[in-house]
């Protein structure tokens, strides 16, 4: 099954693919495949693109890469900094053979390193606050002016382990009606309205409810590890029906038998 610009193309490469016709590939089906898995179908430039338009793939993702614009900076100021050390370094003699009118050299050189080691920490201190402000800026300007399930989702922990989707829903559909005072008094918003559409669903059980959807995550990580883990197979799985699909002289009730070996 692929998704394709809004376009569900059933390819019958499930369980039943021996009893579903051959659908065969096209050059456009596997164009705009490609367009759907790549920031901005691909035709975004690595020169014009701006870091605060790498905030629609979300706050994660501008962080990341302001984070790495931040370390190139902050190291190359202090690099520079700590040039001029390393020429003292690299020019003195450790031990000279010739003691006299050096002590006041050798001091002068000691404020000088000192002063820029003194100077790479105020940077470094400098920059670490800089980045916490600019962190905070860049999460209050996403917040506000990106929509994401945090602005209309309720995260809740605690529910008991056999409660479903619809229990969870009816439970606080009853506790939060908006039309009226809620069950701790206060007073009900004035351009409320229940669930008039289910587009987003397809549940026709949530038309005139107060929650719009629920959803259930449960503790599945090794699940989807060990799906993950088997995910080439898989694919070769799948590739392998379609070889047989296609092979068949009428391409419909073929049946071929293969086996696919695990990597």
């Known amino acids: 099954m692929m998704s394709m610009a809004g376009e569900v193309v059933d390819e019958g490469l499930g369980e039943d693919f021996e009893d579903t016709p051959w659908v065969p590939p096209t050059v456009k089906r596997a164009e705009d495949n490609r367009a759907q898995t790549i920031y901005r179908a691909g035709k975004s430039s690595i020169w014009d693109t701006r870091l605060h338009e790498l905030e629609d793939m979300g706050i994660g993702v501008a962080l990341y890469f302001q984070f790495l614009k931040f370390l190139t900076g902050t190291y190359f100021v202090l690099t520079i900094l700590s040039i001029p050390p390393l020429l003292f370094a690299i020019s003195g003699e450790g031990f000279t053979e010739v003691v006299f009118g050096t002590e006041y050299a050798e001091l002068d050189i000691s404020y000088y390193i000192t002063a820029f080691e003194f ?3 105020v940077f470094a201190i ?4 800089y980045w916490r402000w600019r962190t905070n800026v860049t999460v209050e300007r996403v917040d506000e002016n990106k929509i994401t ?6 995260y809740i922990e605690g529910l008991p382990e056999t409660a479903g989707r619809k229990e969870i829903g009816q439970f606080f559909n009853d506790l939060y009606q908006l039309e009226a005072p ?8 004035e351009h409320a309205q229940p669930v008039f ?6 549940d026709k059980w949530y038309m005139g409810k107060w929650v719009a959807e629920a959803c259930v995550a449960r ?44 990597h």
């Open 119 to 121: 100077l790479s920490s």
């Open 126 to 129: 400098l920059a670490i606050i």
């Open 149 to 154: 399930a945090t602005d209309y989702a309720v």
């Open 182 to 189: 809620d069950w701790k008094g206060r007073a009900p918003y």
């Open 197 to 202: 559409s289910v587009e987003n669903t397809g």
């Open 219 to 262: 503790k599945v990580g090794r699940e989807v590890k060990a799906y993950k883990d088997k995910k080439d197979t898989v694919l070769e799985l799948r590739r392998k029906r379609a070889e047989a699909k296609m092979y068949n002289d009428n391409g419909h009730e073929c049946s071929v038998w293969f086996h696919v070996v695990p």
